[in-house]
């Protein structure tokens, strides 16, 4: 069975912290991973997945097979980085991702 | 483009009553999702459609949930009878086709069961 462990709920830094969202994945075929993003009052939208190697809006994520994890990173957080990121995984061509819990983001001014 | 749409905002029913869903997808998309969020956890697929055929509907209680999507644009989710666990959004989003994970969220409905 395949499973997403965000083991953070919320994550609190100051403003030009780095910041690490972590996410550890199980599943024995070859995943595809992504994070999505929901800012206060806005909808769940795609932030960025592993096969696009992007850094969008300052952030990255490098997928490691090894350690199962697909840690989302950004090195100096911004106040409007403030959202709730959610990992997930994709596989066997269902086209269906599913979701970890989520970690809230607080970055403080 | 506008976004997909989804009314109520909010709802609030007590135990054993029905409530609907109902969704509007972006323009053009045939492939059209409801996701069910309890709070506290991810979004979990309840069922797919393609056009107005299901894909996917694994993960739906048919015994209270049902779900249509008659002439393959508007969708309406169904819960008949409510339980207090059925708490929770209510998420509808869609996507030019299946084959892809650039799904479009809209603003999901809030269900309270009391």
């Known amino acids: 069975a395949q499973r997403v462990t965000q083991p953070e709920k919320l994550l609190s830094v100051f403003k030009g912290a780095p910041v690490e969202l972590k996410c550890n994945y199980s599943?024995?075929?070859?995943?595809?991973l992504f994070w999505y993003v929901q800012y206060s009052r806005q909808r769940l939208q795609l932030l960025l997945r592993h096969i696009s190697r992007e850094s969008i809006k300052g952030f990255t994520a490098d997928l490691n097979k090894g350690e199962t994890s697909f840690h989302l990173k950004k090195p100096f957080a911004q106040e409007e980085d403030s959202a709730m990121y959610y990992c997930a995984l994709g596989s066997g061509g269902s086209y269906i991702p599913t979701f970890g819990r989520g970690t809230s983001l607080i970055v403080h001014p | 483009e506008a976004g997909v749409a989804q009314s109520p905002r909010y709802k609030i029913i007590e135990k054993r009553q029905s409530v609907a869903f109902w969704c509007n997808p972006i323009s053009g998309h045939a492939t059209l999702y409801w996701y069910q969020q309890i709070l506290g956890q991810g979004p979990k697929l309840l069922i797919q459609?393609?056009?107005?055929?299901?894909?996917?509907d694994s993960q739906l209680p048919k015994d209270r949930f049902s779900a249509e999507r008659l002439k393959g644009v508007d969708s309406t989710l169904k819960i008949q009878p409510a339980k207090l666990e059925d708490s929770a959004v209510y998420l509808c989003?869609?996507?030019?086709?299946?084959?892809?994970?650039?799904?479009?969220f809209g603003p999901g409905t809030r269900l309270t069961v009391t």
């Open positions: 459609f393609q056009n107005n055929g299901v894909v996917d």
């Open positions: 989003a869609s996507s030019q086709g299946p084959h892809t994970y650039e799904q479009y």
């Open positions: 599943y024995s075929g070859s995943p595809e």
